[in-house]
């Protein structure tokens, strides 16, 4: 039988679905309205304050889930873009994200939003709110496979910080910034381990952890108020050493969303923390495993830079991502659900 759309009135948001590391990723491809404002921080803004049903249409049930991530790809103000992107989560709009960036990588050569794809690797300059990542996608025979991307300068905020956690007490965490703010905390010091607790256990402790650090520790980014703000808690295994052992972790951020992935911007956040402790050198690669899934991503500082008077790296981040379908998500006028909702 024929695809066909069910009777409906409105718009119609058509989408790509990917998952990289089994975190999802669902591309909006048609039907958004213009995003207005003369740069990707100012559209955040825009979609944030004009176009917020819309993500609660397609990150919500029954559409999407509580985990549901998506990406709007926007024009941007940078000519050496070859796209500009908005992230969405369960709870809004984040500033940077690595899995995204795999996936999207990909999808820009597949859908040709670069015109001549070269072989073997093609460079996709996304325009991300954080700033520019530049993406390399394994381009060989007319596929695309792995991805790698080169992080906007990522920093060492502060370490061993001690904030207050309702339920934990004194709890000393490190701030790192890979495109987005994270507090890191060893599993072990609320007697978890990010591979074998129960997800609940873990989202719970990482959950204390983010408001503590929200309402105790000011935040400031040199390039933007709107970067300022703490996205999440990643609990690690503690493994920061250098080893060609992989280390694990898992993430969570925005309104208690667990990442299925190893986390690119909390990878390179977590690189730039432990270049900054003296824990690894440039290049040395190292591995960052899901905790709940059990993929992986590599990552590597590669250059040494600065974000205002931060010292900071460029970070090196790589992975791979895959298709899993397309959609078209319509509305019908007396759904009384039809605005989507969240299960905790
Ligand atoms: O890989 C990342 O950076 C993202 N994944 C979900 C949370 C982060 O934005």
């Given at each position: 039988m024929e695809m066909q759309l069910p009777p409906h009135e409105g718009d119609e948001l058509s989408v790509v679905d990917m998952h990289t590391g089994g975190e999802p990723l669902r591309i909006i491809l048609g039907g958004y309205p213009e995003v207005k404002g003369d740069s990707v921080l100012s559209k955040r803004r825009y979609v944030r304050e004009h176009l917020d049903h819309l993500r609660r249409m397609l990150m919500y049930e029954p559409r999407g889930h509580y985990d549901m991530y998506g990406a709007l790809i926007v024009d941007s103000?940078?000519?050496?873009?070859?796209v500009g992107v908005l992230f969405m989560h369960n709870e809004g709009y984040s500033t940077m994200c690595g899995h995204a960036v795999i996936a999207l990588g990909r999808f820009a050569v597949d859908y040709r939003l670069v015109k001549e794809p070269q072989s073997p690797e093609t460079q996709v300059n996304i325009h991300c709110p954080c700033g520019l990542v530049k993406a390399f996608v394994e381009y060989s025979n007319g596929k695309t496979g792995g991805v790698r991307f080169l992080s906007v300068p990522a920093f060492a905020f502060a370490t061993d910080v001690t904030v207050t956690v309702e339920g934990f007490g004194d709890v000393t965490v490190d701030v790192g910034y890979g495109g987005a703010f994270y507090a890191f905390v060893d599993a072990q010091r609320f007697g978890l381990d990010v591979t074998k607790s129960r997800t609940r256990d873990l989202v719970d402790a990482a959950t204390a952890v983010t408001n503590a650090v929200r309402s105790q520790v000011k935040l400031n980014h040199p390039i933007s108020d709107d970067l300022a703000f703490l996205y999440g808690t990643i609990l690690t295994?503690?493994?920061?050493?250098?080893?060609?052992d992989a280390t694990s972790n898992i993430c969570v951020f925005a309104e208690a969303q667990v990442d299925r992935s190893p986390t690119g911007s909390g990878v390179t956040a977590r690189v730039a923390l432990q270049y900054h402790k003296g824990l690894i050198q440039l290049n040395q690669t190292r591995t960052f495993q899901s905790g709940v899934t059990g993929s992986q991503f590599t990552g590597k500082a590669v250059e040494e830079t600065k974000c205002g008077d931060f010292r900071a790296v460029v970070v090196e981040v790589a992975g791979r991502a895959f298709y899993t379908g397309v959609s078209c998500f319509v509305q019908e006028?007396?759904?009384?659900?039809?605005c989507g909702f969240l299960l905790k």
């Open positions: 103000e940078i000519p050496e873009a070859h295994d503690g493994k920061d050493d250098f080893s060609s006028p007396d759904d009384e659900l039809t």
